[in-house]
């Protein structure tokens, strides 16, 4: 640092600015948290607080959830929030390949804070902060990624008021609602099933170099049938929205309830065949429907926060607690006549009417 001050001191500020402009340019994709920039002379008097995430293995909503934080953050600080997920690397879930640096993938999917601010603007700003790692408010993650629902009435109405500022943007719900208008039939009660057995499929293949991680089990597939059953006799329901992640679970649901399941169409994983897992290194048979369209990752993220959307526009719900059925509940805004997470095997926690009915 001392090192640094004599330099600049000794420097010819003209010189000096070129120096930082240039290592700003090298560093542009190795910028770590707070670290502040001045890109050009626009907006001097904001301050922008640039979010982005270089997490390879995060799925759509496990981004929202796990970046969405920095805004309070950012809010507390009188920053500008915004999300950059257009310079940045390794976001294979989010985009496909061709589109990698050219299209902002958040951008795809949910609003920005302040959508009036533009990405190519910001980065020609007199103030920048540009941050690519947790965030100081990350611990209000965890009880979400445990998928413990409900949440406390405090936690929710923060989480609520962040789906507010960053909700799923009209594209996805207006293809959502076109899928409602569809599938649902007119006038019935449904209720919204939320299966993943991919969970019951990594428990199985755990190893102690890969342990069981945040998602716990929720059940067999012949569990999940029993509780459908079960919601359905005890609300007076006819039908159920069936969202799920293996081809599967899905055929045999649909078998055993016919056109009371309701679900859409969309490529899905292959997890379990005959009832067996599928091995882990049977990478190609778990994804054979992936990659047969064009855009195929953005059209399967967008199929699948399709089904998140249906989930919250039923009228009660059964929850495996993943980071959909979070989403789902918060969209939802504690509209639901009968809330129900099942806790594993044989075990569920319910909220609401439902818990006073099986009081």
């Known amino acids: 640092m001392k090192i640094k001050l004599i330099i600049k001191s000794i420097c010819p500020k003209p010189i000096w600015n070129i120096l930082r402009k240039i290592k700003q340019l090298c560093t542009k994709e190795k ?18 607080y640039v979010i982005r995430t ?31 997920l257009q310079n940045v690397n390794e976001i294979g879930m989010l985009i496909d390949k061709e589109d990698e640096g050219k299209l902002n993938a958040w951008n795809l999917y949910f609003k920005q804070p ?3 601010h533009k990405l ?13 790692c947790w965030c100081p408010e990350w611990s209000w993650t965890e009880e979400v990624l445990n998928a413990n629902l409900p949440i406390d009435d405090n936690q929710f109405s923060i989480w609520r008021s ?33 299966y993943r057995r991919s969970f019951e499929w990594h428990h199985y293949w755990r190893t102690e170099s890969t342990p069981e991680g945040s998602h716990l089990v929720r059940g067999s597939l012949s569990s999940i049938v029993e509780e459908i059953k079960k919601e359905l ?43 067996q897992p599928i091995e882990r ?18 059209l399967r993220a ?12 039923c009228d009660s719900f059964l929850s495996c607690g993943s980071s959909a059925d979070f989403m789902a509940y918060l969209i939802n805004n504690k509209k639901y006549e009968h809330f129900v997470q099942i806790k594993g095997e044989g075990d569920t926690k319910t909220h609401g009417d439902a818990a006073e009915k099986k009081s």
């Open 281 to 298: 290194c049977d990478v190609e048979k778990r994804a054979v429907e992936f990659g047969k369209r064009e855009k195929d990752v953005y």
């Open 233 to 275: 006799n005890d609300y007076g329901y006819e039908y159920f929205f069936f969202t799920v992640d293996d081809r599967e679970a899905l055929t045999v649901v649909k078998e055993i309830f016919g056109t009371k399941c309701i679900a859409t169409e969309r490529p899905m994983p292959h997890f379990f065949e005959e009832g």
């Open 162 to 194: 962040m789906y507010e500022m960053c909700p799923l943007n009209e594209d996805i719900i207006s293809f959502a609602n076109k899928l409602k208008e569809m599938l649902f039939p007119k006038g019935k009660k449904i209720l919204a099933v939320s």
């Open 114 to 116: 302040q959508n009036e």
């Open 302 to 313: 967008k199929e699948y926060l399709a089904d998140v959307y249906l989930c919250s526009q």
């Open 31 to 48: 910028i770590d948290v707070s670290q502040k920039y001045s890109f050009g002379k626009l907006n001097p008097h904001k301050t922008f």
């Open 54 to 84: 270089h997490a390879n293995n995060w799925g759509v909503l496990t981004t929202w959830i796990m970046i969405m934080p920095h805004v309070i953050f950012a809010k507390k600080k009188k920053l500008i929030p915004f999300f950059d």
């Open 120 to 132: 190519d603007k910001i980065l020609r700003s007199k103030k920048v902060i540009i941050t690519d």
